[in-house]
């Protein structure tokens, strides 16, 4: 029999280190950066397409990502997905204010198609009408009930708080500019900004990498484009001020976002304030958890990540907090955040979070898909994967005196934009308490 009570965690562990798998990197005369990256766990590539987009009609861009795979001049969408289906695989785009998007899987046996798939597509996509209507409509529909939800509000609040005039500060285009964007529009969007100059090509799989640099050059080396980058400005700096409340009345909880200055993942400081955020927020065992869910009850799961984009990046802190405590779960986390840029955290404390950056830097990248987008998120940074040793190395060499001179640099409270959206007469009288208010209506 057990003795009752809780019983001790055994210890953890040494952490790995991290082993690097056999890569290649080819750039093709038409500007394409090819990354091949060999982990052959299980007979699958995948595939990740980062092309620079920058600043583009939202509306036309947005809808330009939905529409892409919709058909070419030889194929319909339906047949392009028969295609992927016979090689066990599947494509898709996205867009974000950095890049367009091209996400893929399929059997390594597969590739040869896959590429050349994917190259009748960024070549000759033809945006056919009636596609281009359907996804419309869609896109219209998922931004109005986008513009419904409390977290999408205080986002977008947050945004345009954050960066003013930048082209970051509008993400969601607006549905009736979406709704006036027609075929020939995209058309002409293709032609300006698909293109593989500064693009950059990831697959990751069971290939073996000059092979796969082959079958990629062969497959993309006739993709050109004379359109323009788009380059965007940098981000300005934060500017604190007011409190920011969105109104929204009869809300019956409070959307508490706060946003803070982070560094690029290249800046000598990114690991120990990686490390501080992990402690203020950034996982289950935190202190803005451990006093705002844990112990108060205000919140359910705070939480708090560095967002990273090529022009800048940024700390961001989330909660949804019931109404009836909005300004003590604003104050506790400002506590929270002066106590860290004031006090450095202690030994113990500093590890559990080390460990959990430096086991959770391994998990990131154990799979296939994970690695695939690690290797293109450090892409558009400039980095390649040499860059995780690195990583690893400053994150197991960080002290307690590194991490709190990073938190008093980036973290203290008089650095932070502040947005509540909430219902502004049960929650003003609290939050006025604390800090000067600037009220505006919910966006309509």
């Known amino acids: 029999m057990s003795a009752p009570g809780p019983r001790s965690l055994p210890p953890l562990g040494p952490t790995r280190r991290l ?3 056999r890569q290649a990197e080819r750039t093709l005369d038409n500007g394409l950066t090819v990354i091949v990256v060999r982990r052959p766990a299980v007979p699958l590539v995948e595939l990740r397409l980062w092309i620079p987009f920058g600043r583009a009609h939202l509306a036309r861009g947005h809808l330009l990502a939905q529409t892409i795979l919709s058909g070419t001049e030889t194929m319909s969408s339906v047949q392009i997905a028969a295609e992927l289906q016979k090689i066990g695989g599947g494509l898709a785009a996205g867009l974000d204010p950095d890049r367009l998007m091209f996400s893929g899987t399929g059997l390594a046996t597969g590739l040869d198609r896959m590429l050349e798939i994917l190259a009748e597509v960024l070549t000759g996509a033809s945006y056919p009408a009636e596609w281009v209507g359907v996804e419309r409509d869609r896109l219209v529909d998922g931004i109005q009930v986008a513009r419904s939800q409390p977290a ?10 954050i960066y003013g005039r930048h082209p970051y500060a509008v993400q969601t285009p607006d549905p009736e500019q979406v709704r006036a964007v027609r075929p020939g529009a995209l058309r002409s969007l293709h032609a300006q900004r698909v293109r593989p100059a500064g ?3 990831v697959l990751v ?9 082959d079958a990629a050059e062969k497959a993309l080396g006739g993709w050109q484009g004379d359109g323009h980058r788009g380059d965007l400005p940098p981000a300005p700096p934060l500017a604190p001020g007011p409190l920011l409340l969105v109104d929204r009345p009869g809300s019956v909880q409070s959307s508490l976002r706060v946003a803070l200055p ?10 120990a304030l990686q490390l501080a955020n992990l402690i203020f927020g950034g996982y289950f065992s935190s202190r803005w958890v451990e006093n705002i869910r844990e112990d108060k009850g205000y919140t359910y799961g705070p939480h708090s990540l560095v967002e990273h984009s090529v022009a800048g990046s940024v700390l961001v802190a989330a909660a949804e907090v019931a109404t009836e405590v909005t300004g003590p779960a604003l104050l506790e986390t400002t506590y929270e955040l002066g106590r860290l840029a004031t006090v450095p955290p202690r030994p113990e404390e500093l590890e559990q979070a080390r460990q959990y950056a430096l086991g959770t830097l391994q998990l990131g990248v154990s799979t296939q898909a994970g690695l695939a987008s690690v290797v293109s998120a450090y892409a558009g940074s400039g980095l390649r994967l040499d860059f ?3 990583h690893e190395s400053r994150l197991a060499k960080a002290s307690a005196e590194d991490v709190a001179e990073a938190a008093a640099r980036y973290l203290a409270p008089a650095r932070a934009v502040t947005v509540v959206l909430g219902d502004a007469e049960r929650i003003t009288p609290s939050l006025a308490a604390l800090t000067p208010i600037e009220t505006v209506p919910v966006p309509s």
């Not at 999408?152 to 708080?161: F, N, S």
């Not at 982070?262 to 690991?271: I, Y």
């Open 388 to 390: 995780l040793p690195e």
């Open 19 to 21: 082993k690097l798998p």
């Open 262 to 271: 982070a560094v690029p993942r290249t800046h000598p400081e990114h690991a």
């Open 152 to 161: 999408h509000l205080a986002r977008t609040a947050l945004l345009k708080r």
């Open 205 to 213: 799989g069971d290939v073996r990498p000059e092979r796969a640099l």
């Open 199 to 201: 693009a950059v090509l």
